[in-house]
């Protein structure tokens, strides 16, 4: 892309090019995590073919970027009512709808908003004897922790079922969303997308699994596992990762390191980030730290798939430290610790 002025319409890829390029190098990184594949290769080539960007259409990107993030913080706070009336305020009504009318396709994605703001306990009165289906589309749309009560709330012979209607949910049609809501006397019935809407699946039920306790997380992969199989293991995989070692304490990776082979080891580290790389290194004796700094140094350039296989055993090993109770992963929904 040669150097470009705003007046010249900048596409989406375009502008989000600039602003990564504009956030450097460490914070378009951890920006790619939250990307689709298609998406990262859409603008990472963007950014190899932008030769050249003004100042002043840089500090506009910024600045576009900036508004689009306050006007979403002003809806989440108290609707779109309210962001329209700050946006009024600082921009002026005419810039304030423009910033707006960019969010529409986005906002229109909110239903059930009302319920983020409504205590776990009390939504739980409210929803418990609906049907698990009814339920499984609800907590597809609140946040993992509140969802991650809900579910630890509901009868056991409940839980597993509303987890697999969550996992297997893909698209909703709207007309279903509005009966939902207007059983639930929502007041947001007029935000609800006119287009199919995308919810739960398994990152979805993931993001819960991996806040409520350990007990009724057990539960649930149990009966997935025989009811689920396949489902069970695409959860099981994506429920830990290996830059969750970050989630132990000194003691707890101690132990995992000394079930775990330094060849698998070295190998893992290679793609890992320096945090992770410190919190395993910290943990081992200085002579075998040296050693599998060599190691990784002199093996030269390894395979993805290798290193995605070498950090699943430790994954792996992790988890069956858990499930023996010799570890403890701290969550945000927890277990309880006795000391």
């Not at 297997?168 to 997308?193: F, W, Y």
């Amino acid at each position: 892309m040669a150097a470009a002025s705003y007046d010249e319409e900048l596409s989406g890829v375009q502008k989000g090019a600039i602003l990564l390029i504009a956030l450097g190098p460490e914070r378009s990184a951890e920006i790619f995590k939250y990307l689709k594949e298609e998406e990262i290769e859409d603008l990472t080539l963007e950014i190899a073919n932008t030769r050249s960007v003004t100042p002043a259409v840089k500090e506009q990107v910024l600045e576009e970027f900036y508004q689009v993030c306050l006007a979403q913080q002003y809806i989440a706070e108290g609707g779109i009512g309210y962001a329209k009336e700050l946006l009024e305020k600082a921009l002026g009504e005419e810039k304030a709808m423009d910033v707006i009318g960019k969010l529409t396709a986005s906002l229109q994605v909110k239903p059930f908003e009302f319920i983020r703001k409504t205590e776990a306990s009390q939504l739980l009165n409210f929803i418990q004897d609906e049907h698990p289906q009814t339920i499984a589309l609800i907590l597809s749309y609140l946040s993992a922790s509140q969802a991650a009560m809900i579910v630890g709330a509901l009868p056991p012979e409940r839980q597993a079922d509303v987890a697999k209607r969550i996992a297997l949910m893909d698209r909703t049609s709207p007309d279903v969303v509005k009966e939902v809501e207007r059983i639930l006397e929502t007041k947001l019935a007029s935000l609800v997308n006119q287009d199919y809407t995308v919810i739960g699946g398994v990152d979805s039920v993931v993001e819960i699994l991996n806040t409520v306790d350990r007990s009724t997380e057990k539960h649930i992969m149990e009966t997935l596992e025989i009811d689920e199989p396949e489902l069970a293991e695409e959860i099981r995989k994506k429920m830990f990762v290996f830059e969750d070692i970050l989630l132990l304490d000194d003691r707890a990776i101690q132990r995992v390191l000394r079930d775990v082979d330094n060849g698998d080891l070295a190998i893992a580290l290679k793609s890992a980030n320096e945090e992770v790389q410190n919190a395993i290194f910290n943990n081992l004796s200085k002579r075998l730290a040296v050693m599998i700094r060599e190691d990784m140094e002199f093996m030269g350039p390894v395979r993805m798939k290798d290193v995605e296989e070498a950090q699943q055993k430790i994954v792996n090993v992790i988890r069956r430290l858990e499930d023996s109770a010799e570890i403890v992963i701290s969550r945000g929904g927890g277990d309880e610790i006795v000391v």
